[in-house]
């Protein structure tokens, strides 16, 4: 094949805009924290086994203290190197010797060293999307409280169903996002393991201490098998679907919002603080946020399926396909889920509910008549089906236009000389209020079973601000860990 006549010389500029200049941008801005943090945390542990000398670490050591991190955040990708990696090995170098310099990746290799920034970051993500969805939680319980009582309808198949309450209505997504939590928890764990001493894939010979740099840098367990250590990516897989099930979950519950925002409805009114006007129409809130959260909440879910795609059928073993390109989607879904959340709640906090407009929509369209069937049954003893063709015929007569008292007579009439059901009580069976106060049972929106059920979100909602206080308190304490470590090793030698 005839030469091109293109140079040889690595990168090649296509290669170099392509990807290597994109990846080190990328990296300056996930990895050079996490990076460094690596960088104490294996010398440190060389050093403690006896690998590397004390002199040499504590060299390597006022190295990196002497980095100016500003002036590698603001380098560009000159191609002189390969990555964000390379660069600071240079670094290194220029500062220590290069023989010194070299010694800190004795036991290790750049796929151990990803895998560890990678979960280092994650975890992070993790744990600003609890605290976000957090935030709306405990915005939502007080709302629930505050509007225990009030009355709303119910929704099937987007008609009016049932009368409920709006306290009601918004425990069913805070249990929601109580269920969110508990999966964000449980990822957290299994994010949360130490991969760094696998090395390449099979860890090595050297009697590394997989346990100290697990300690330092935060971790609460190892990702034990080598092998998988490198090859595995279950942990952001889950993390990714785990996100994708929270945004399609809040986007439906702001799809409602939405809708009660509406003229038509008229159910919730943003602040003035959260309404942009039109350029033509003076009349005009537009409550804009609430679309601005839907979109980034949509946005999330498809970045976080598309992590999943670009996963599927890749070789069970160190890939890029998991490594450099992806990562940055990865954050990129977690940090819209974050935006969407935070807006979101930031909306609520100070919008108005008109429970009023609820209460009155609660009373119309034959929502209560359901309880008047039920009502049959219990002071009749006749089958609910019997009930139900009673109560639907009243419902056919009036011809979609309710009014309890025309019901009242309707119903009162069919029963007149078969059952000795008195008129008041057929009329208080239509009732919004006497709907849900008789519906007690675990899970219902009567004061009995709703209000204990907001107790304990209160309580769910204290318990989970101390265990994210809690992860971001043993982190903070691991970078503490290196530093005293540090200082140890320097005033030793």
């Known amino acids: 094949m005839k030469s091109s006549g293109q140079s040889t010389k690595f990168p090649a500029p296509i290669y170099r805009d392509t990807v290597l200049a994109p990846v080190f941008a990328d990296a300056k801005r996930y990895f050079l924290e996490p990076l460094l943090e690596i960088e104490y945390a294996h010398t440190l542990m060389l050093a403690r086994q006896g690998i590397m000398p004390d002199q040499e670490a504590a060299s390597c050591i006022r190295a990196l203290d002497a980095l100016d991190r500003e002036e590698i955040r603001s380098a560009e990708y000159d191609g002189s190197f390969e990555d964000l990696f390379f660069y600071l090995e240079k670094k290194f170098a220029a500062a220590c010797g290069e023989e010194v310099a070299g010694k800190m990746h004795t036991a290790r290799s750049r796929n151990d060293i990803d895998l560890t920034m990678y979960r280092m970051v994650l975890r992070q993500h993790l744990l600003h999307l609890f605290e976000g969805l957090l935030e709306l939680r405990s915005t939502l319980v007080e709302l629930a409280w505050e509007h225990r009582a009030a009355l709303m309808p119910a929704y099937t198949h987007n008609q009016p169903a049932q009368p409920t309450t709006l306290g009601h209505y918004l425990m069913a997504y805070i249990e929601i996002l109580e269920r969110d939590a508990e999966r964000i928890r449980n990822a957290y764990v299994r994010v949360n393991r130490n991969p760094l001493g696998a090395c390449a894939i099979t860890t090595t010979g050297f009697p590394i201490n997989r346990n100290f740099t697990e300690k330092l840098l935060g971790f609460e367990g190892l990702q034990v098998n080598s092998y998988g250590a490198i090859a595995a990516t279950d ?73 999943v795609g670009s996963l599927h059928n890749t070789p069970f073993a160190d890939m890029n396909d998991a490594e450099d390109d992806l990562q940055p989607l990865v954050y990129t879904a977690f940090e819209d889920a974050e935006r969407s959340v935070r807006l979101l709640a930031g909306v609520l906090q100070s919008a108005q509910l008109n429970t009023a407009k609820m209460a009155t929509a609660a009373e119309g369209n034959f929502l209560p008549v359901t309880e008047l069937a039920d009502t049959l049954v219990r002071s009749t003893g006749m089958s609910f089906h019997s009930a139900h063709s009673i109560v639907s015929k009243a419902v056919r007569e009036l011809n979609g236009n309710y009014d309890a008292d025309a019901m009242t007579d309707l119903v009162a009439r069919e029963l007149e000389g078969k059952y000795a059901v008195q008129r008041d009580q057929i009329r208080a069976a239509l009732s919004a209020k006497n709907f849900v106060a008789v519906r007690k049972i675990v899970g219902g929106p009567a004061p009995e079973a709703l209000e204990p059920e907001i107790a304990r979100s209160r309580e769910a909602v204290a318990s989970d601000q101390a265990w994210t206080e809690q992860r971001s308190n043993r982190l903070a304490e691991a970078h503490q860990a290196i530093l005293k470590e540090c200082k140890t090793l320097l005033e030793r030698v």
């Open 235 to 307: 942990y952001v897989v889950e993390s990714c679907g785990i996100l994708a099930t929270a945004m399609l979950s809040l986007g439906r519950f702001v799809q409602d919002l939405l809708l009660w925002s509406t003229a038509e409805f008229g159910y919730l009114r943003l602040s003035d603080a959260y309404v942009q006007i039109s350029s033509i129409m003076p009349q005009k809130r537009n409550p804009v946020p609430l679309e601005h959260s839907r979109v980034l909440a949509s946005r999330a879910l498809f970045e976080a399926q598309s992590v």
